[in-house]
């Protein structure tokens, strides 16, 4: 049952977005920072954590998921360093994704010839 409600919420993730995409003239990158932030909210308030739990990968996976780490790497930090905590615990479980993604691009960049 959990592949089908990581389907259902990755898909409902995706549906959500084109509608934004398509009705408005907002930009992929408008719509990414917006879902990234809706991550982080709802991380605030617990309620990305009851995703996690029932959708299992399913809501690991949209780019929701990358506020919520974003947060709650912050949140756990905080509670053992304080406040200078939050500086440290942002990049604690992201730094891995941002590491590949940074990696990746410069191979890219290197393998094929960017567009100016």
Not at 35 to 44: K, R, S
Not at 59 to 82: K, N, Q, W
Not at 90 to 108: M, N, Q
């Amino acid at each position: 049952m959990i592949f089908l409600y990581a389907f259902l919420f990755c898909g409902i993730v995706c549906m959500i977005s084109q509608i934004i995409l398509d009705n408005t003239k907002l930009t992929p990158g408008h719509v990414t920072s917006i879902f990234v932030v809706v991550g982080a909210f709802l991380d605030i308030f617990g309620i990305y954590d009851r995703f996690v739990l029932y959708c299992g990968a399913g809501a690991l996976l949209p780019i929701t998921s990358f506020g919520h780490l974003l947060v709650h790497g912050a949140m756990d930090i905080a509670s053992e360093m304080g406040p200078l905590g939050l500086a440290f615990g942002i990049f604690d479980l992201t730094s891995a994704g941002i590491s590949i993604a940074i990696v990746a691009a410069f191979i890219l960049a290197l393998i094929f010839r960017p567009k100016h």
